[in-house]
Nanobody, 124 residues
Framework: QVQLGESGGGLVQAGDSLRLSCAASGRGFSTYHMGWFRQAPGKEREFVAGIDWSSGSTYYADSVKGRFTISRDNAKDTVYLQMNSLKPEDTAVYYC?????????????????WGQGTQVTVSS
């Protein structure tokens, strides 16, 4: 069983930075894709960024490209989301997710495991 735990959220001002962490436990993740998603009040959960655990290749939503960076630390079984130049529209609950089949999808239903989420609030 895979367990994911996010941390690092908070209240910041527009233009500030935050780094989210997702600690993974359970079986090995070498074949997994890991993703960050977010959900704002009244909106559907949306893809933010993804990473292939083995190769480290990354992909991003257009809305965050150039501002957010996803990375992983294999030794710590942890995935990070560095968020720079934050905007009020980035306000949401951010979720870490794991896709054990390595599909590299941006669809929520392709991810089998989810963390509990961490709140990010960006004030203007």
């Amino acid at each position: 069983q895979v367990q994911l735990g996010e941390s690092g959220g908070g209240l910041v001002q527009a233009g500030d930075s935050l780094r989210l962490s997702c600690a993974a436990s359970g079986r090995g993740f070498s074949t997994y894709h890991m993703g960050w998603f977010r959900q704002a009040p009244g909106k559907e959960r949306e893809f933010v960024a993804g990473i292939d655990w083995s190769s480290g290749s990354t992909y991003y939503a257009d809305s965050v490209k150039g501002r957010f960076t996803i990375s992983r630390d294999n030794a710590k079984d942890t995935v990070y989301l560095q968020m720079n130049s934050l905007k009020p529209e980035d306000t949401a609950v951010y979720y870490c997710a794991a896709d054990p089949y390595g599909l590299g999808s941006r669809k929520t239903y392709e991810y089998d495991y989810w963390g509990q989420g961490t709140q990010v609030t960006v004030s203007s």
